[in-house]
Nanobody
Framework: QVQLVESGGGLVQAGGSLTLSCAASERTFSGLTMGWFRQAPGQEREFVASISWRLTTTYNTDSVKGRFTISRDNPKKTVYLQMNSLKPEDTAVYYC???????????WGQGTLVGVSS
């Protein structure tokens, strides 16, 4: 069974930076589309960013474009989310996800908490 394990969350002041990591156990990682989502308290989960096997990236432009960068390291089977200029509204649980033989994200990590204080 594929496992995704996120790390790197924590508490940071507004304007600060954090880098989230997601390590995958899937041996076909290099061929997968990977993504990051987040869910703030009392809100629905929202898409943050994704990266395809061709390194095509997509962002939630309204929320994070220009501040967040998604990247991947295929030999390490890891996807990253570099978050700069963090705002209090970025506070959420961040989830890593993968598309495994699916058009939709269907495998999820356990989440890592990011808190941004003003």
């Amino acid at each position: 069974q594929v496992q995704l394990v996120e790390s790197g969350g924590g508490l940071v002041q507004a304007g600060g930076s954090l880098t989230l990591s997601c390590a995958a156990s899937e041996r076909t990682f290099s061929g997968l589309t990977m993504g990051w989502f987040r869910q703030a308290p009392g809100q629905e989960r929202e898409f943050v960013a994704s990266i395809s096997w061709r390194l095509t990236t997509t962002y939630n432009t309204d929320s994070v474009k220009g501040r967040f960068t998604i990247s991947r390291d295929n030999p390490k089977k890891t996807v990253y989310l570099q978050m700069n200029s963090l705002k209090p509204e970025d506070t959420a649980v961040y989830y890593c996800a993968a598309k495994i033989r699916s058009q939709d994200f269907n495998v999820w990590g356990q989440g890592t908490l990011v808190g941004v204080s003003s």
